[in-house]
T-cell receptor, first 114, second 111 residues
Framework: ETGVTQSPTHLIKTRGQQVTLRCSSQ?????VSWYQQALGQGPQFIFQ???????GRGNFPPRFSGLQFPNYSSELNVNALELDDSALYLC?????????????FGQGTRLTVV | SQELEQSPQSLIVQEGKNLTINCTSS?????LYWYKQKYGEGLIFLMM?????EEKSHEKITAKLDEKKQQSSLHITASQPSHAGIYLC???????????FGKGTLLTVNP
């Protein structure tokens, strides 16, 4: 088992720029979910991908988009960055559509927008 | 939408003391998950509770689910500095594909 890995661990972007965050899922898992955690808050669900298709989305604008690749790794893209996008972004993997990924979270990517 | 309220928001205890963290849901709980998080890091899964009255333990941490009260509690016995961190509860609610989280409880254990 390699676990869920995210890259990069930290990055700083300027308001208006675009950013791509990456996630490699736990071996054998075909579902990836992304969460945003602002400082002092619990994680908020962004969306889930199952077999390369979006399988559910939280209350986030369209400038938050994602991809899942045939090897089940995933990307989170955020366009037109805003200061409020500064947060810890977490991905989690699981096996099967519609399954809340409870056990396997990555270490997160800390995004700072200045 | 489902909301989870955790109490207390923060807690400072002396090493060796017992403590309890509560998580109350605004809707029926279909599954309740407890996590620990070190500041700025990922979530470490502790345990999952699915049935009313269910109780699980891992080392010195015990969690219970009171389905009727839509509430769960996390109890740490004889706390140690290694227990320090943020404890988060999460629930699947009626939608299996996402978890809704509480805001977390910050635990400090003084040696």
């Amino acid at each position: 088992e390699t676990g869920v890995t995210q890259s990069p661990t930290h990055l700083i972007k300027t308001r208006g720029q675009q950013v791509t965050l990456r996630c490699s899922s736990q071996s054998g898992h075909n579902t990836v979910s992304w969460y945003q955690q602002a400082l002092g808050q619990g994680p908020q669900f962004i969306f889930q991908y199952y077999r390369e298709e979006e399988n559910g989305r939280g209350n986030f604008p369209p400038r938050f988009s994602g991809l899942q690749f045939p090897n089940y790794s995933s990307e989170l893209n955020v366009n037109a960055l805003e200061l409020d996008d500064s947060a810890l972004y977490l991905c989690a993997s699981s096996l099967g559509a519609g399954q809340a990924p409870a056990a396997f979270f990555g270490q997160g990517t800390r995004l700072t927008v200045v | 939408s489902q909301e989870l309220e955790q109490s207390p928001q923060s807690l400072i205890v002396q090493e060796g003391k017992n403590l309890t963290i509560n998580c109350t849901s605004s809707k029926t709980l279909y599954g309740l998950y407890w996590y620990k998080q070190k500041y700025g890091e990922g979530l470490i899964f502790l345990m999952m509770l699915q049935k009313g009255g269910e109780e699980k333990s891992h080392e010195k941490i015990t969690a219970k689910l009171d389905e009727k009260k839509q509430q769960s509690s996390l109890h740490i016995t004889a706390s140690q500095p290694s227990h320090a961190g943020i404890y988060l509860c999460g629930a699947a609610g009626g939608s299996n594909y996402k978890l809704t989280f509480g805001k977390g409880t910050l635990l400090t254990v003084n040696p």
